[in-house]
């Protein structure tokens, strides 16, 4: 039958949002995240489906506490305490998963897209562990798998790494993206606490799990800034490759000591583009690192994230906001799940990509550095017999063709009672493996009078 080619391709009307039917939405989770996703969304339906073109309806919940769920849905929302009911309910086109873990989260998730369902998920853990099985299935079956929710809470930087800098060769990307660490080490700063106890007061004051390992021992910003570094270079999620350091043996000398030289500890990730003799690499890494105390990533304080961007067209971007929260989250959830309800009558290649790269451009050779390769300035805090030795101390580093930049005294306040003099160093840039062997040998140096302390030191320039 003829067709009038000019006439094919003419706008068709679009239905009112009143008149589209709404997506349809099942829960996995209805704790801190999945109660402050079901509150906003009831409290902003018409705003939402405005902007999404259509309304989002919760049609049902699995979780844990069916009493406490109720208490949040109401009784006209379904309640099941199977989460793989919700996986593949036949009413159910997208599947929020906020339930965390990466065990059983992984089977719901991968038993959603099997069955055809779109799948939302603050789970960072689940991802960087899971994430190239996860995405793979997602693109044999064409549906989506978002997660802006999963990486800075309420700092949208998975959609301006995807989207708003899609332009741009990105040459690195560093952030406070743990709001437990930063919290911490913020009242470490402010009150002069030690590590145990400011941990205990961020517990108090619920910044902290009463098992926080993962956000202490740096785990939580690793994997998502695996989730950053893939979107950023279009590589894999490497995961399993980041070097991670958190920040339980920092001592409050150390704080004191890099706010005497001008900078702030923070606990950073980093993911910078490197060639290594010719070859390609990318640094990931998380580490309690030197900020200068002028520079706006120092001014990041309490529980908050911020995240730079370094674009080679863009130049330096800051992204800034809440690192914790229950609608702080679910704001990045919803988010996420307006794109879905956008997506209808959409084919899979004409969709933002999951990492925000085609599979086919994705460079699975492309490999994280080993610690060795990774090329920084380092602060040193080398404790003495005597404060007459200071001098010693820079010329050996020279000896050990390790650039030093600064060399000086801790001031005396800074040091608890009947601490040994301080010679704090400041070095130039110099691979890690340099710096190792140069540090292994001073400790063993006559007039050192204990271990040496070391941390990178990120200047962040553009």
Known sequence: ??????????????????????????????????????????????????????????????????????????????????????????????????????????????????????????????????????????????????????????????????????????????????????????????????????????????????????????????????LLAANAFGMPVRFADAQVEGITRLQGLDVACAEQLGFRIKLLGVARRREDHGVPGIELRVQPALVPATHLMAQVNGSMNGIMVKGDAAGVTMYYGAGAGSEQTASAVIADLVDVARLDGTFAAQRVPHLGFHAHAVDSALAVLPRAAVHTRHYLRVPVHSAQKIDVVGAWLATQQVPVLQVQLARDQALPPGTAPQVLVLTGAAAQATVDLAVQALAAHPAVAGPVATLRVEMLEG
């Open 1 to 226: 039958m003829f067709r009038d080619p000019v006439q094919s391709l003419e706008p068709q009307p679009r239905p009112s949002v009143g008149a589209m039917r709404p997506l349809r939405v099942g829960m996995i989770g209805m704790g801190t995240v999945g109660a402050g996703t079901f509150r906003v969304l009831a409290r902003n339906q018409a705003l939402i489906a405005g902007r999404a073109g259509r309304g989002i309806e919760v049609v049902v919940v699995a979780a844990r506490n069916l009493a406490r769920a109720v208490g949040v849905v109401g009784t006209d929302v379904a309640l099941t305490n199977d989460p793989m009911q919700v996986a593949t309910h036949p009413d159910v086109e997208v599947v929020v998963e906020v339930a965390g873990g990466t065990g059983p989260a992984r089977e719901w998730v991968l038993a959603a897209i099997a069955a055809g369902k779109h799948v939302v998920t603050a789970n960072k853990a689940l991802l960087a562990v899971h994430g190239s099985e996860i995405f793979a299935a997602a693109r044999q079956h064409g549906v989506a798998v978002a997660y802006e929710g999963a990486v800075a809470v309420s700092i949208p930087i998975v959609k301006a790494l995807r989207e708003g800098l899609t332009a741009n060769r990105i040459e690195w990307v560093a952030g406070i993206v743990n709001g437990t660490t930063n919290f911490i080490l913020s009242k470490m700063r402010d009150e002069g606490l030690d590590f145990a106890a400011a941990l205990q007061k961020a517990q108090a004051l619920g910044y902290a799990e009463a098992d926080p390992t993962f956000d202490i021992e740096g785990v939580d910003a690793a994997h998502k800034m695996a």
